[in-house]
């Protein structure tokens, strides 16, 4: 398993950015499937973006899209999720994850894909 350790949250203001960073352990980094969930108080773990291996592919959850871009950097085992026009329903714990590439999209979405998760981030949006 790889370990992870998520940085970069805090509060914000309605309307503004953060960046969230995901550091990983191990050699084999570049291999992962990498994705980011929220888990809001009282709500579900809710599936925010991914990224294959290679960068070349991502996806995201509707209500992000436009807003969010996730990427990441292989050589420095980071992946990475810029968060732009900050909305209050963004507020939540946000959790990275580690899978196996190959797997199906739905998969992806409710998070069996990935077998390593990070201890969360917390991010606050204030109006």
């Known amino acids: 398993q790889v370990q992870l350790v998520e940085s970069g949250g805090g509060l914000v203001q309605a309307g503004g950015s953060l960046r969230l960073s995901c550091a990983a352990s191990g050699r084999t980094f570049s291999a992962y499937l990498m994705g980011w969930f929220r888990q809001a108080p009282g709500k579900e773990r809710e599936f925010v973006a991914a990224?294959?291996?290679?960068?070349?592919?991502?996806g995201y959850v509707d209500s992000v899209k436009g807003r969010f871009t996730i990427s990441r950097d292989n050589a420095k085992n980071t992946v990475y999720l810029q968060m732009n026009s900050l909305k209050r329903e963004d507020t939540a714990v946000y959790y990275c994850a580690a899978g196996q590439s190959g797997s199906s999209w739905y998969e992806v979405r409710d998070g069996t894909a990935f077998g390593s998760w990070g201890q969360g981030t917390q991010v606050t949006v204030s109006s």
């Open positions: 990224i294959h291996w290679n960068g070349a592919t991502t």
